[in-house]
């Protein structure tokens, strides 16, 4: 296990501008950042509100209208599980004096929908390569949000869209910032492939599984972990 340099998380129901559960100190998002988090949410809010679009036009399974993306009216924070529940959060990754015994986070993909990325000039993002398993740096590109596919589109297109598997690497020298925006859809939710997309020679490829409880066991895995394994929807594929 490496020497942990733990960073400092805020999350933010955007509908509220409330923080509803915390990790840490966090003067950070409160005084310096606040406004600059609350104004990231506005542009990402509309870019999902135009995901949903698109999806209700090139996917006619109702089940899916059902559940898209789509963000609900105010509300207030987790509502009962009953309304899709997209979340922002702040992430500090102080420096660390010996990065490569340690990871800012550990290697996962990302278990929801649709991930909207902001990072700093600092980078530290790293996406592993299909072919040869080697961790590949995404530098970061100046007034551009990175757009990462979660395991639940993957699971929704029968794997003709894959989730990316990366991590955050920390820096010796320099803090960095990202702010993510996940696209959830309710706890309720029962995720598995659209009927539209199975066939003879596309058979379905995963089981289904209830959304709530697939984040609930992710929540106690540890992603500081250099060689930890989480829960994947590796876990619910079916062998044709």
Not at 71 to 92: E, Q, T, W
Not at 109 to 126: R, S
Request: charged share 20%; aromatic share 10%; net charge neutral.
């Amino acid at each position: 296990m490496g020497k942990d340099c733990n960073s400092r998380i805020a999350v933010v129901d955007h509908r509220s501008a409330t923080v509803v559960a915390s990790c840490g100190e966090m003067p950070f998002v409160s005084f310096r950042y606040f406004s600059t988090l609350l104004d990231f949410c506005h542009p990402t809010t509309i870019l999902a509100q135009l995901f949903a679009i698109l999806a209700r036009k090139f996917v006619k399974s109702p089940h899916f209208n059902d559940v898209v993306l789509l963000i609900p009216p105010p509300a207030p924070p987790f509502h009962a599980g009953k309304s899709p529940l997209p979340i922002i959060r702040v992430n500090h990754y102080p420096p660390c004096p010996s990065p490569d015994l340690a990871l800012a986070v550990g290697r996962h993909n990302d278990g929801v929908a649709l991930t909207i990325l902001a990072q700093d000039d600092v980078g530290g993002l790293e996406v592993k390569r299909k072919n040869d398993g080697e961790w590949i740096l995404v530098k970061p590109i100046p007034n551009a949000y990175i757009i990462n596919i979660g395991d639940i589109i993957q699971v929704w297109s029968n794997d003709k869209y894959e989730s990316v598997e990366h991590r955050a690497i920390l820096n010796s020298e320099t803090e960095r910032f990202s702010i993510p925006f996940f696209f959830n859809p309710a706890h309720y939710t029962w995720v598995e492939p659209l009927e539209e997309l199975i066939n003879e020679q596309n058979p379905r490829k995963y089981k289904a599984y209830n959304c709530g409880k697939y984040f609930a066991t992710r929540k106690r895995g540890n992603l500081k972990e250099l060689y930890a394994e989480n829960v994947q929807i590796c876990h619910f594929k079916i062998d044709n």
